[in-house]
């Protein structure tokens, strides 16, 4: 396959260039960056920019590499042989991402994994999995699926797919090939990759990817830190105390260093790259927006009233969270009222022994 122009981008040091794909390959000095054109990343890290659709690949550590700009944060771990990619961004931006991890490495793309079905992470499947590789199981079957395998957890199939009778909610090209219905899945390449489920959070089929070896986490919209407050989607199975949940589970895999900053790096849904604090603020910041929408719950508050009462306020003037306040606070209220009608209906003595 013929590599965009895009690929030709250089670095320039010191009056002198080294390709792309050296510098992320870590055959120059690491702290190399362009703070011109780069974003956020941790210290020592590498970053270019291809200026074909503007994405940028960003060395984060160990074996993985993150690319935004392609809609959801894409996390691709350069394994021993073969290539994985945590979400594939939207459809327009395919062949860009394609672009940029051809920049990084030439081993063949195995693995592709969705976080949720969203169409900012699952938009590229079709294509990326197009260019890679099936795992060779010689098998002889002749309708066996071509190209990368896309893992998920079985409820992002059974959503995109809809029951019979009933249209899909996306084209049976991204789907998922490959399904784990547990709460995790283990897959080794080139260091053991977990893929963990989170249920009940953002939707019914969210997934976080740790790289165990590489020491980092790929959360999906679990965490999307300054970027918006949490996106429940109740229809899909999301609710708060799912949510709160998944951010504890979360936590409880990373690893702080030096007063929490470093140690094990967070790419988030949307968003720079975090570490440990990262999470624990935000966890806390949506910990206390829950209470004080459940206790104006309890008061009979109407959803207008509590609007009205600004339980965000104090976060709303960080990063951009503010554009979603009111789709936060309506999916909190609506999933914290069901709860408050089940307790009122409970008989008395309920529960009791």
Known sequence: MAIAVALALLFVVGG???????????????????DSTCGQFPPGGVCMRLENGKVELLHVQGNVYMIAGAGGNIAVQVGDQSVMVVNTGVARMSDTVISAIHALTDKPIFYIVATNMDEDYTGGNAKLAKVGWTM???????????????????????????PAGQKALAAEDTWPTDTYDKDDWKIYNGESVYLIHVPAAHTDGDSVVLFRGSDVVSTGDLFNPMVSYPVIDDKKGGSIDGFVKGLNQLIDMLV???NEEAGTYVIPGHGA???RNDVVNYR???TVIRARIASMVEEG???????AAKPTLDYD???TYGATKD???????????KTQIKKAKKPAGAGSR
Do not use: W
């Not at 260039?17 to 960056?33: E, N, T, Y």
């Open 273 to 275: 790259i975090c570490d």
């Open 327 to 337: 789709m936060f606070i309506e999916a909190v209220y609506r999933d914290l009222s």
């Open 301 to 307: 508050m109407t959803l207008d009233q509590v609007k």
């Open 136 to 162: 060779p199981t010689g098998s002889t079957v002749p309708d066996e699926p071509e190209g990368a395998a896309i893992l998920a957890h079985l409820n992002v199939l059974n959503r995109m797919s809809a």
């Open 256 to 258: 702080g260093k030096e």
């Open 284 to 286: 806390d910041m949506v």
């Open 16 to 34: 002198g260039s080294v390709s792309a794909r050296q510098a992320a390959g870590g055959r120059v000095d690491p702290s190399i960056h362009l």
């Open 317 to 319: 003037g960080l990063g």
